[in-house]
C-alpha cells in the first residue's frame, strides 16, 4: 500500500466538536521537507554480480528520503568492498587475479549505506543451444 506525500507548505485543519454541538476550528501551515538522515535509505544496483578474474563490474547507488522518493541532487557515495578485489569512487569494481567470494560491496552516504554481492567466477558461460539460421523459415 503506497502512502501519499507531499513537501513544501501545507495547511493542517483541525475542528473539535463537544456533545452539545458547539464547535472550534483552528488551522496552522507546516513546511514538510525530503528527509535523508532521519528517514532515508540507499539501495546499491545490481544486487548480486558475478565477473570473471581480472575484469570489471559496474555498481550503482541511489539515496531515498523518507517516502522512498529518490534524492535530487544524489549525495556523494564512498565505496567499499569486503572480501576481494577494488571499487573506486564511482562504484566500478574491478576483479582480482583468483575466483572467490562473494564479497560485499558497500555504498555509504552519510548515515546510510547499501550493499550488494559480488563473486569473482573462474565459469566462463557456454552457450548450451546456439542459435543457426537456414535459407528457409522452419530450417
Known amino acids: 500500500m503506497s502512502r501519499p506525500y507531499f513537501y513544501g ?3 493542517l485543519t483541525a475542528t473539535i466538536t463537544n456533545p452539545t454541538g458547539a464547535s472550534v476550528t483552528t488551522s496552522t501551515d507546516v513546511v514538510v521537507n525530503p528527509d535523508y538522515t532521519g528517514g532515508g535509505s540507499v ?15 559496474q555498481f550503482t547507488a541511489v539515496a531515498y528520503d523518507q517516502f522512498g522518493n529518490s534524492l ?3 549525495p556523494a557515495f ?43 567466477s573462474a565459469d566462463i558461460p557456454s552457450v548450451v543451444n546456439p542459435a543457426h539460421a537456414g535459407a528457409e523459415p522452419g530450417q
Not at 539501495?43 to 563490474?57: E, M, Q, R
Not at 549505506?113 to 569473482?120: F, H, I, L
Open 9 to 11: 507548505d501545507v495547511s
Open 43 to 57: 539501495k546499491v544496483t545490481p544486487a548480486t554480480l558475478s565477473v570473471l578474474p581480472a575484469n570489471p563490474g
Open 72 to 74: 535530487a541532487p544524489q
Open 78 to 120: 564512498s565505496w567499499t568492498v569486503t572480501g576481494g578485489g577494488s571499487i573506486n569512487s564511482t562504484g566500478l569494481f574491478t576483479a582480482g587475479n583468483t575466483p572467490g567470494g562473494p564479497y560485499t560491496v558497500t555504498a555509504t552516504a552519510g548515515v546510510h549505506s547499501g550493499t550488494a554481492q559480488v563473486t569473482v
